[in-house]
């Protein structure tokens, strides 16, 4: 069966209310192949079923999180035991949020990483809107689509309306004096320039775990990472800008090889959206917040009970 079949077959069950058995009759086909063909439409994108949680399951951690360190919201999903789908919800959550608040015009700056592209992958937009999406950093021929913001862009213009602008430039180098040149570069600094003047940002919070991607994508060498590790590296806000446990930079050899927006320059733009899926992210979710760039917090509910019970437990440590 073709798109335009499956598609027209998932209108018919899943808008105009027609049962299983009566698409049987219509499509000529079995019960069963009916169910397998709507199993398909959701496999292929043309469907897609969202869980919208009831807010009063997390209303009292959202107010806690937002008192606690000055955030203006955050977006909490249900918990699912698969990576994968946990990822899925909370970029549903995300992207449904962008499309109530996305306004005309908005110039919108993106990083990287899996949560992020999850987001553009999960957008649905009922009416178009002339707004920009910029690239807030370069980006890598490792990791695919998910490790370039390009791509992310260009499918987050395509769902919502607008255009996309391209960084080029390589997301990461390792010598200090190209940095410097790629930096000054015309082409490179009016894109950056435009990112700094971005209305919302899109990033990813990482971490340190071997699941991270500066890992998978053999960035770094575990011995840079074991040595960032040790002298207090907990995580990075997009950008591989390195923090500690107390959202201060990281004073690591790894810090300052990329190229795009930083830590500063996310406190400059209205409304930083920081996503995080994975139960791993606890320690670097907890650093994030304290840099005080995040102005909306996007990730599980198990998460945020973690990050507050562990920062009144380092903050008690702190005080002592």
Request: glycine content about 8%.
């Amino acid at each position: 069966m073709s798109k335009d079949e499956l598609t027209r077959m998932a209108t018919l069950y899943y808008v105009d209310g027609q049962t299983q058995e009566e698409l049987s009759a219509r499509f000529g086909i079995s019960r069963a192949t009916v169910g397998r063909m709507l199993k398909r439409a959701q496999e292929l994108g043309i469907v897609e079923i969202r869980v919208q949680h009831h807010p009063t399951l997390t209303v009292d951690l959202e107010r806690e999180l937002m008192e606690r360190f000055g955030i203006s919201r955050a977006l909490l999903s249900v918990d699912h035991a698969d990576a994968e789908k946990q990822r899925a919800i909370l970029a549903g959550l995300v992207a449904t949020w962008l499309e109530r608040n996305l306004s005309e015009g908005a110039i919108v700056t993106v990083g990287m990483g899996r949560n992020v592209s999850a987001v553009s992958e999960h957008a649905i937009s009922s009416s178009r809107r002339a707004a920009t999406f910029v690239c807030a950093i370069g980006g890598s021929y490792r990791g695919g689509e998910t490790m370039n913001p390009d791509h992310i862009c260009r499918r987050l213009a395509a769902r919502f309306g607008g255009e996309s602008q391209t960084l080029y430039a390589p997301a990461m180098v390792d010598d200090a004096a190209l940095r410097s040149a790629l930096l000054e570069n015309d082409t490179v600094r009016q894109c950056l320039d435009k990112a700094r003047r971005a209305d919302l940002a899109l990033v990813g919070i990482g971490d340190m775990s071997e699941e991270s991607n500066m890992v998978r994508m053999g960035w770094f060498s575990a011995q840079e990472i074991n040595e960032a590790k040790r002298v207090g590296t907990v995580g990075d806000m997009m950008g591989y800008d390195f923090i500690d446990i107390n959202g201060k930079p990281a004073m690591t050899p790894i810090q300052g090889r990329v190229i795009g927006l930083t830590a500063n320059d996310l406190r400059r733009i209205p409304n930083v959206v920081a996503i995080a899926s994975e139960s791993s992210k606890v320690t670097a979710i907890l650093g994030a917040l304290r840099t005080g760039t995040i102005n909306t917090l996007a990730t599980t509910a198990t998460n945020a009970m973690a990050v507050l019970h562990l920062d009144r437990a380092t903050s008690k440590v702190n005080a002592v």
